[in-house]
């Protein structure tokens, strides 16, 4: 099942955000981010996934990853994330050679831990532009899990590393 990709209020909090600094605001997007949200990206696959019939995709063996990476002025580094088709349109890749998937943030988190390089994300990095840092993201999903500690939300990198075949 496609997981939803619905982020309009949390598009609008974003340019509310940009207007004037307001905790509520700021800790509605987090809660969004770590409760709800799911994102777009574009991946690379050394292999050609194999597209199953209930739209998942199975790897082959040793099929590597390569997600981008987007760099600030101070050459810090980010995973572009966005919040949907349009934001994803706005970035100048061609789509056609990249597959696109719909990650979490817990894939995000994932991601960060594996990479120590990299700094964080970065949300509509061609509009809204908005930067959440590693240390960030694993304490929104730290506060999610005391909160929720039974709200395991379904990650697309645990499936892709499970079926690898």
Same mark, same amino acid.
């Given at each position: 099942?496609?997981?939803?990709?619905?982020?309009?209020?949390?598009?609008?909090?974003?340019?509310?955000?940009?207007?004037?600094?307001?905790?509520?605001?700021?800790?509605?997007?987090?809660?969004?981010?770590?409760?709800?949200?799911?994102?777009?990206?574009?991946?690379?696959?050394?292999?050609?996934?194999?597209?199953?019939?209930?739209?998942?995709?199975?790897?082959?063996?040793?099929?590597?990853?390569?997600?981008?990476?987007?760099?600030?002025?101070?050459?810090?580094?980010?995973?572009?994330? *966005?919040?949907?088709?349009?934001?994803?349109? @706005?970035?100048? %890749?061609?789509?056609?050679?990249?597959?696109?998937?719909?990650?979490?943030?817990?894939?995000?988190?994932?991601?960060?831990?594996?990479?120590?390089?990299?700094?964080?994300?970065?949300?509509?990095?061609?509009? %809204?532009? *908005?930067?959440?840092?590693?240390?960030?993201?694993?304490?929104? @999903?730290?506060?999610?899990?005391?909160?929720?500690?039974?709200?395991?939300?379904?990650?697309?990198? %645990?499936? @892709? %590393?499970?079926?690898?075949?």
């Amino acid at each position: 099942m496609e997981p939803s990709l619905d982020n309009r209020q949390l598009e609008m909090l974003f340019d509310i955000a940009k207007e004037k600094e307001n905790n509520d605001v700021m800790e509605e997007i987090f809660r969004l981010i770590s409760e709800q949200a799911y994102f777009l990206t574009c991946v690379n696959f050394s292999k050609k996934p194999v597209i199953q019939k209930d739209g998942s995709l199975l790897l082959e063996k040793n099929t590597d990853i390569k997600f981008p990476l987007l760099a600030n002025s101070a050459k810090e580094t980010y995973y572009p994330a *966005f919040s949907s088709r349009m934001e994803l349109d @706005l970035w100048k %890749q061609d789509l056609e050679k990249t597959t696109v998937l719909t990650l979490c943030i817990d894939d995000y988190v994932d991601l960060l831990r594996n990479d120590p390089s990299v700094s964080g994300i970065v949300i509509n990095p061609f509009n %809204q532009s *908005f930067i959440v840092s590693k240390e960030m993201l694993e304490h929104v @999903l730290d506060v999610r899990h005391q909160n929720k500690p039974f709200d395991k939300r379904h990650t697309i990198l %645990q499936d @892709l %590393q499970r079926g690898q075949k």
